[in-house]
């Protein structure tokens, strides 16, 4: 279900999917994906309210997606062997999302 979240890095109330929460000592904080601006926020719980009608209808600017059969790549290092090799890895790591987001740009 799609929400109207209040993102303070944008200034401006947005359309969310929750993806999850953590309860604080403070209260709720919801992890938020902005469907029209393709980022992820954190918002407190006061600042979430339910879409209106005719709002919810409106195509999203931004969607979730994958690079089909591509999996991410790390260079594992043996320091017995003195080897380096690349193998796959759980995630991927911060220079080759750089790196993608240089060639998209």
Do not use: M
């Not at 980022?39 to 709002?55: D, P, T, W």
């Not at 090799?85 to 240089?102: L, N, S, V």
Request: glycine content about 4%; hydrophobic content about 40%.
């Amino acid at each position: 279900q799609v929400y109207v979240v209040f993102s303070e890095e944008l200034q401006c109330w947005c359309r969310a999917l929750v993806e999850s929460f953590q309860y604080h000592a403070d209260g709720c904080q919801l992890r938020c994906f902005l469907v029209d601006y393709a980022k992820y926020c954190s918002v407190l719980s006061e600042n979430i309210r339910v879409l209106a009608g005719a709002f919810a209808k409106i195509p999203y600017r931004a969607k979730k997606c994958r690079l089909h059969c591509t999996k991410p790549l790390t260079l594992h290092i043996d320091y017995c062997e003195n080897t380096a090799k690349i193998g796959p890895a759980k995630r991927w790591d911060t220079a080759a999302i750089q790196h993608f987001r240089k060639l998209l740009g």
